[in-house]
């Protein structure tokens, strides 16, 4: 059984998501908060599984919150980066973003094992729509791009490596998860401003 000290990493994304959750609906940007709550929520259930050694009662619930939350997390705050295009501030946007998100969850729920292919499609489109951002130069726009891609190299590098060790592998993979909000969030308020400022370039 994994000890209680897994539950350290886990809690630091429960307070960088309760801060970005936060400030995303601040910003009336309800797609970016409630895809960060829905990981802080994962989270959350991890502190309780390894802070109070219930491992056996509540490993299903946070596996499956993790996994297929995730999924739903990953596509509205794909979908929330995608909201700062001018095609999807109208009424396409506002009926095809929820309904998107709603098909996502709907699929993994469905069929659990399409849960971590959609959630890396939806990753992948995330970081699609910040490269594509029409207000920035090219190299903020591939910086920012980047920060988004973390997210993927730290579930194809760093969780559950082998190289790193169980331990390691675990703390490492949950800190980047933590460093990856707050990426998200300096991304998403930095194109606001980019989008607000009369001097943006287009490209």
Known sequence: M???HYAISEALIVLVAIWVAYRFAAE????????TAILGIAAAIGTIRFGFGWD???ASLHGSVFQIGGAAAMALIALQLAAKFSKWRGGIGKLAA???????LAASLLAPGLSTPIFALW???AIAFVIAWPHQGVSERLVRGAVIAVFLANVLLIRRSPTLGPDLSWH????LIALWLLGLWWVWSAQVRDSASPQTIET
């Open 172 to 175: 490492l993979f949950h800190t």
């Open 98 to 104: 929820p309904a998107l998100a709603l098909a996502t």
């Open 2 to 4: 994994p000890g209680p």
């Open 28 to 35: 009336r940007a309800f797609y970016g908060a409630a895809g």
């Open 56 to 58: 056996e009662e509540i």
């Open 123 to 125: 990753l992948i489109l």
